[in-house]
């Protein structure tokens, strides 16, 4: 998700969800980690430890003749992975294939709840990315997508409408987890991760700016133009499920590790000539995320500008009562808390909440 598209769609008044964000609460820019590999900025974020900290250190692990050590980095440049592509054998990583404890495992350990869902779910792999994609229902198709899409048409289109399913349903099985953990009590982590919006940036970037591609026809514009944007306001009405009324006492933390731009042109041009994915939008040059906070103690309308995405487990640690690790990469973004409750809440300390495995 991309700042500058959240707070124009905020002017617009078309994110009321975000717009209450702003609003009432903190918000600010997150510095990433290059390259936006999702398995490894979510475990940055999660555990506020950089990856050579966390062990996640790519989106993949390799292994020569299938046994020794798994290599988690490989030099760039050289064509390994081609190279030595006969006696190669690969394997994705995740989240939790971290070597350090996660928010969530850290609330529970000390004595609080902790539920999770969605960060393993990695839609920018290669191949059948969510297994289990639909097709397209009822309940998101008037929102998302124009009538004249669904009609049976080309292969194109019909590859489109499978790209939305996807995202679609990918968000919904974690949206399910958190109506499921949402009338639970005691203090805690509830911590989710919705993949969707990023898949639907990589395909739609080109038909919602259409200006920086150049070769965007008319008719794609009509039909696809208006996805990625209302694919935002389905996020936001997850944003609004978050800040129901009778959650006075809940700290929402709404976060982006990476943005998102449009891909270069020999690289789309290469694609096109490879059958490779119907990508436009990229984050590999690390187009900054952002932090969102809302609820008590919070101040309110303020930008405190600009952070890492370690920052955000110190700060949600500190925003519980608990110690920060002294081992954390991250800091504490007391920015967004009121001088008052930074000033009656000094910060604690532990160690480490974990050694490496």
């Not at 350090?100 to 609330?107: D, F, T």
């Not at 920086?212 to 009509?222: D, K, L, M, P, S």
């Not at 290469?270 to 101040?299: I, Q």
């Amino acid at each position: 998700a991309d700042l500058d598209t959240v707070l124009t769609m905020h002017a617009q008044g078309k994110l009321p969800a975000f717009s209450r964000l702003i609003q009432e609460g903190a918000y600010g820019r997150l510095v990433p980690l290059r390259p936006c590999a999702a398995a490894v900025t979510r475990t940055s974020l999660v555990t506020g430890m950089l990856p050579y900290r966390h062990g996640v250190r790519t989106a993949e692990a390799r292994s020569v003749f299938g046994g020794g050590t798994w290599l988690g980095v490989v030099p760039p440049g050289i064509g390994f992975d081609v190279l030595l592509s006969p006696v190669l054998a690969r394997r994705t990583l995740g989240v939790s294939d971290r070597s350090v404890p996660a928010l969530w495992e850290i609330a529970t350990r000390m004595g609080g709840t902790g539920e999770a869902a969605g960060w393993d779910t990695d839609l920018d792999r290669p191949g059948p990315s969510w297994p289990g994609a639909v097709a397209p229902g009822p309940a998101w198709m008037a929102d998302l997508l124009d009538p004249d899409v669904l009609r049976p048409g080309d292969a194109e289109s019909r590859a489109l409408v499978a790209e939305i399913a996807a995202a679609a349903g990918a968000d919904e099985e974690v949206a399910e987890v958190m109506r499921r953990v949402e009338g639970q009590g005691g203090q805690g982590i509830a911590a989710f991760s919705f993949p969707g919006l990023d898949r639907v940036a990589h395909v739609f970037l080109r038909y919602a700016r259409p200006a920086e591609f150049g070769n965007v026809t008319g008719r794609e514009i009509e039909l696809y133009g208006p996805v990625l944007e209302r694919y935002y306001r389905r996020v936001d009405g997850i944003v609004r499920a978050a800040l129901q009324p009778g959650r006075r006492d809940t700290l929402v933390f709404v976060t982006s590790t990476h943005g998102i731009e449009p891909m270069a042109l020999g690289f789309r041009i290469l694609k096109e000539l490879t059958g490779g994915r119907p990508w436009s939008g990229v984050h590999d040059s690390g187009r900054g995320g952002f932090l969102l906070a809302h609820g008590p103690n919070v101040r309110r309308g303020h930008l405190f500008g600009k952070g890492s995405i370690t920052d955000v487990a110190p700060t949600a640690l500190y925003a519980l009562g608990l110690p920060v690790a002294r081992d954390s990469d991250g800091a504490i973004l007391t920015g967004i808390f009121s001088e008052a409750y930074t000033a009656s809440h000094p910060v604690t300390v532990i160690g480490t909440y974990g050694e490496p495995r």
